[in-house]
């Protein structure tokens, strides 16, 4: 039993040692693994000193005070960690660790002159924490400049490195210090606060979703002869879910410059509301400003890695305080940033509730929305503008901009710098646009008191010969308060009528195979006037006749005829309206002026019946239509033979009886 004993504390002893051994063992390699991190680090070039380490074999946790860390760069990046704990750590191969839980206590990352107007930037992170890590063995080697795209660079690929199930930061604390190129004035600089931060499952590089709680920021400015400006502002609830990190690390990456490719960077981003406010500055007239945005959301942004090279860019924007760029620079520079912009896609995008308090009154806007693809906005839409005007109340039901290729927009002002754009230059930039849209306008007019109401207002073009369209449509539907004082007007006014409102229908079009042009729809109403609506058509129209040289296309016109006319017009008021205004300049009665009118268009007839008999049933349905209120007057005219159209406009003018004889009139009256 005795020797039982001694056997069982001989083995007790052996296995105790055993223990402690491999736990001075694995103390001793983790040790000598972080030093041999940090030495690399500053195999680089850069600063890297740590203070006490600890690990615990138990429970696999590595405890590294005391972390800091400075780039080589002339102005460096610093970095500086109180303590580091990574808990449930692991080696799943060669390249990478894993860790259950890590913490970083006391975080600070400082920046000097990231930007041209930036000379010291920096954050604070009380606390980080990151569950189910796994990533790189090595310590990540600092960026060898302080680039602010560098540094974006730099970040991002660090996180696309890494998997974690979840990653936060309870509060982060950043400061800016203006540069003297800036011109913002001594200790001009700004504060930004986050708060809430979190991130949830990171693999892949990629993010399935993270949210802010809330971002706070205040920038202070005193330029030198001005007064001390504080902004601040509060943006609230920003979440974005599916980011690809890697993809956003692309747009930063010179070697990614021949990528052509589309990422997609985030689903769905959504923020607000989102409060902007500044100080009003009475001894230098600036204005205050206090504006809020009740929610924002973004979806599908994507990027081409080969046109959105943001480096390549800003490397050509020159510095605060040096001459302006030369003709040729700043073409070159707008060519870069048309690049750009067909780089870039958003699926939607939506602001709504805006409100802004302006001298005038409050601005608001219900929404403002738009989708983007390769440099164009297929819909601006604005939506539910209340403001004040200076002589009233200004409300816009909607207001679109139906398409607008701001890339090519880029490109054709590049070509503009340093000179004016000829003709044919500026219309160039019609096909940008597809069309116009504003509905529910109410208006003031001049300073009666009265408004202007466009129901709607619809312009489209499209079809392009060149620069020139040759498919228009129009459709506007308006009333406006008529003015007394307006010689043009008085007529109205005098029968009673203080208010015009007009509905209009009006459309062109041309067909290159069949050489025609075709007006319509032709269709105007003006309320208690009358309404009336027209085809008008045009034969043998070539395609040069849309050109932009003048020579060229007035001699297509040449060659254009003209085609079937026909005109329908319903009596509403408009005959009584100008029979009473001519009782008026004549000095007799309604009655006694209609007889006058009717024996002036009577003699007209038996003037030119001998010559043209349909010009005579032309002239007697005119009469039917005036001497009768309420009626319809219908008239086609259908060339005889080919005739051009420049001809007959001129006959027209000199010779009315020769211009309609050329054409077969039909004329008819009815209720």
């Avoid at 402690?20 to 195999?43: H, K, T």
């Avoid at 769905?268 to 204005?287: C, L, Q, R």
Wanted: glycine share 8%.
């Amino acid at each position: 039993m005795k020797k039982i004993l001694l056997g069982l504390v001989a083995v007790a002893v052996i296995a105790a040692g055993g223990y402690f051994g491999f736990d001075f063992y694995a103390q001793r390699r983790v040790i000598r693994d972080v030093e041999a991190a940090f030495e690399q680090v500053r195999a680089g070039g850069a600063k890297a000193s740590h203070g006490k380490i600890a690990f615990d074999t138990k429970s696999r946790t590595l405890t590294i005070t005391d972390i800091a860390t400075e780039s080589g760069a002339q102005s460096p990046v610093n970095v500086k960690i109180g303590s580091l704990t990574m808990a449930g750590l692991g080696q799943p191969d060669a390249a990478r660790i894993s860790a259950d839980n890590i913490e970083l206590n006391d975080v600070e990352v400082g920046v000097v002159n990231p930007t041209p107007t930036i000379a010291i930037l920096a954050y604070k992170a009380p606390r980080i924490t990151l569950k189910n890590y796994s990533g790189p063995a090595g310590l990540p080697q600092l960026p060898a400049s302080s680039s602010i795209l560098e540094l974006y660079r730099f970040g991002f690929t660090q996180i696309a490195s890494i998997n974690a199930s979840s990653m936060t930061a309870p509060t982060l604390a950043g400061t800016m210090t203006f540069s003297a190129a800036a011109r913002a004035g001594d200790g001009a600089g700004g504060t930004f606060d986050y708060s809430g931060l979190a991130i949830e499952n990171l693999k892949d590089g990629k993010i399935a979703s993270s949210k802010t709680d809330k971002v706070a920021f205040k920038i202070n400015t005193q330029p030198p002869a001005g007064k001390p400006v504080t902004m601040t502002g509060d943006l609230a609830n920003l979440a974005a879910t599916d980011i690809d990190v890697g993809a956003m690390a692309a747009m930063f990456d010179p070697a990614k410059a021949a990528d052509d490719r589309d990422y997609r960077i985030q689903g769905h981003v959504s923020a607000g509301p989102y409060v902007i406010t500044a100080k009003a500055d009475a001894a230098t007239a600036m204005p205050g400003l206090n504006m809020r945005i009740e929610g924002l959301t973004v979806d599908d942004i994507k990027i081409n890695p080969s046109r959105m090279q943001l480096p390549a860019l800003l490397a050509m924007i020159p510095p605060q305080g040096s001459a302006p760029p030369s003709p040729a620079q700043a073409r070159e520079l707008l060519e870069k940033v048309a690049g750009l912009y067909s780089g870039a896609g958003i699926g939607n995008a939506e602001i709504h509730g805006l409100a802004v308090e302006t001298p005038q009154g409050p601005f608001k806007l219900s929404s403002v929305r738009f989708n983007f693809e390769h440099g164009k906005i297929g819909e601006l839409a604005v939506e539910g503008l209340d403001a004040r005007a200076p002589n009233g109340p200004l409300k816009v039901g909607r207001f679109a901009l139906k398409s607008l290729d701001v890339a090519s927009l880029m490109r054709l002002s590049a070509q503009f710098a340093g000179q004016k754009p000829s003709a044919e230059q500026a219309l160039a930039l019609l096909p940008l646009i597809e069309g116009v849209e504003v509905k529910g306008v109410t208006s003031p007019y001049k300073a009666t008191g009265k408004p202007v109401n466009i129901d709607v207002f619809s312009l489209d073009w499209g079809q392009f010969v060149g620069p020139i369209p040759s498919k228009l449509r129009l459709i506007a539907k308006m009333a406006a308060p008529l003015d007394a004082a307006d010689p043009q007007q008085q007529a109205l006014v005098a029968a009673g009528i203080d208010r015009m409102a007009i509905d209009a229908d009006l459309g062109a079009a041309w067909t290159e195979a069949s050489r025609t042009l075709a007006l319509e729809p032709v269709k105007l109403d003006m309320a208690g006037l009358l309404h009336a609506s027209a085809k008008v058509a045009f034969a043998n129209v070539p395609r040069e006749a849309f050109s932009t040289s003048a020579a060229e296309s007035m001699g297509a016109a040449a060659q254009i005829e003209a085609g079937t006319i026909e005109l329908t017009v319903h009596d509403l008021g408009v005959i009584d309206l100008a029979v009473a205004q001519f009782a008026r300049t004549q000095n007799v009665g309604r009655d006694e002026a209609r007889k006058a009118v009717l024996d002036s268009i009577k003699a007209q007839s038996e003037a030119i019946g001998a010559a043209n008999p349909d010009a005579t049933a032309l002239v007697t349905a005119v009469s039917q239509f005036i001497e009768t209120p309420g009626q319809t007057l219908v008239i086609k005219l259908t060339p005889r033979a080919k005739a051009p159209a420049l001809q007959l406009m001129q006959l027209l003018k000199t010779d009315p009886q020769s211009a309609l004889a050329q054409f077969k009139i039909e004329a008819s009256t009815g209720l």
